[in-house]
């Protein structure tokens, strides 16, 4: 059987790690397209960071939340071009050629960012890094799922996710290490370069994917790299297994060429594996996470927290508890099992997600006052309060949604009534100048400290799950004939779903309030959960061409509550 070992349990993490000294080759592979995610991680990361001082350099941007957004999603745009051709290159081309080519347009994208002289030219940067990102995200946990021993096939792919968080980690320190050199913004775009190069000249002196060397004709070349990465008792086995395998599927498929949509969907076991990978790939974007991971600093601000650069350490704590999480999914994942983490996962969600809604209602029903006296003090009052015939029945939240700056009464006591003001850099400065808090993103709040631990609740919860398991099973659920093409269509079905949120994700809290909007997330979580136990099979430990059979064979699961007999449990 291809993939050798049947069962994986709690000796797959140990196995995993042993291989730095029994097989370090296999870690390299791993380690080498892993990169790929780091690059996802990075670009995640760092925009983050970056829109605070973005913000400060291009009056637009800061005025235009439309604009805020657009610089998000555009990268986002093109990671959605990037999976959907990356899908079919992958299987034209390779998945090696497929991760060079990401890197090259990453490298573009950095450097047309680092020099972007306008919001438009830093637009255009962000597509090419998108076209990059996306074709990466499903070409390497490929490419480390096809090169993996069965039994660490999770925890491997895992560490693809781990090199995601890894680089949202590393983009938080290098924003910090950047706020206060000249250009901040730009040395943090611009240093998105390095990672990709070194990927390059790492991916340059590795082999092509076993499995797609197989499928190609090119059987000598394929055995060889085999025979680098299992034992030489199981190599045999697995070689002759392997060729039985893709054998069997070009004689049913005809051609390897051909591959329609219709014939997928025609496909049963593709078709239900489409279901869960698409669904789990949906559930993740939906339920809020790169929204935390793009706009973590501004959420940080939304609940209280003036300074940029305390927003972006605060951040780092959160990017830190991803980090840490996805080492925890290295573990588990093939201990626990993909649909029982997935589970734990998005229940934790729900709690966390049902914190943040209560903290930023508190937040916003509970703003300080606007003091007339305050506002008087200086000469930028705020046109909608000057104006407003109820203006004793102003607080901080309705300064802000006028597009006006809140300065609280002193840095001591920022829950005292305060003055509402015109929201430029003069202002600013005018308030900071007396030692006062300027606020134009949230408001001071007594129990804003409560979104920051609701934030690292959400992190610790999801990290593990939802933002491992959706690589994992997509990486191993498809027939290995329409592997590139379904994990295309996953990916790009990821980057859609991605798209949707980080672009209405401002716009929601500028029109509902960011208590409303995590409640929306929330209730995603809550149905992700039923689609989960549902749709979703346990591929823990099952060999690639065992797994199509399992979804041939496997009925959807609508009586979750009832227990399965053995020959049907999945």
Known sequence: MEGGVPDADVSAFSECLSLSWKNPYVLRLAFSAGIGGLLFGYDTGVIS??????????????????????????????????????????????????????DILFLIGSVIMAAAPSPGVLVLGRVFVGLGVG?????????????????????????????????????????????????????????AAAPAIIQVVLMFTLPESPRWLFRKGKEEEAKAIL??????????????????????????????EKI???????????????????????????????????YSPTIVQLAGVASNQTAM?????????????????????DK???????????????????????????????????????????????????????????????CLKAECGFCASDVSSKRLPGACLISNDATKGMCQKEHRAWYTQG????????????????????????????????????????????GGIASTTCWVSNLIVSQSFLTLTVAI???????????????GILFVLIFVPETKGVPIEEVEQMLEERGLHFKFWEKRSPTQKA
């Open 49 to 102: 960071g970056a829109l605070l001082y973005i913000r400060d350099e291009f009056t637009a941007v800061d005025r235009q939340t439309w604009l805020q957004e657009a610089i998000v999603s555009t990268a986002i745009a093109g990671a959605i071009v990037g999976a959907a051709v990356g899908g079919w290159m992958n299987d034209r081309f390779g998945r090696r050629t497929s991760i060079l080519l990401a």
């Open 135 to 191: 074709m990466a995200s499903m070409a390497s946990p490929l490419y480390i799922s096809e090169a993996s021993p069965t039994k660490v096939r999770g925890a491997l792919v895992a560490l693809n996710s781990f090199l995601i968080t890894g680089g949202q980690f590393l983009s938080y320190l290098i924003n910090l290490a950047f706020t206060k050199a000249p250009g901040t913004w730009r040395w943090m775009l611009g240093v």
């Open 227 to 256: 025979r680098k990465i299992y034992p030489p008792n199981d190599v045999e086995e697995e070689i002759q297994a392997l060729h039985d395998s893709v054998a069997t599927e070009l004689e049913q498929a005809g051609s390897s």
């Open 260 to 294: 329609s949509i219709i014939k997928l969907l025609k496909t049963k076991a593709v078709r239900r594996g489409l279901v869960a990978g698409m669904g789990l790939q949906i559930f993740q974007q939906f339920t809020g996470i790169n929204t935390v991971m793009y």
């Open 313 to 333: 350490l605060l951040s780092l704590i959160t990017s830190g508890l991803n980090a840490f999480g996805s080492i925890l999914s290295i573990y588990f994942i």
């Open 336 to 398: 626990t099992g993909r649909k029982k983490l997935a589970l734990l996962s998005l229940c934790g969600c729900v709690v966390a997600l049902a914190l943040l809604t209560f903290t930023f209602r508190q937040t916003e029903t509970h703003s300080p006052m606007i003091s007339a006296v305050e506002t008087a003090h200086f000469n930028n009052t705020c046109p909608g309060f000057s104006q407003a015939v109820n203006a004793n029945e102003w607080d901080c939240m309705k």
């Open 443 to 486: 408001c001071p709040s007594k129990i804003g400290w409560l979104a920051i631990v609701g934030l690292a609740l959400y992190i610790i919860f999801f990290s593990p799950g939802m933002g491992t398991v959706p690589w994992v099973v997509n990486s191993e659920i498809y027939p290995l004939r329409y592997r590139g093409v379904c």
């Open 513 to 527: 309030g960011t208590a409303w909007t995590f409640m929306l997330f929330g209730f995603v979580a809550l149905v």
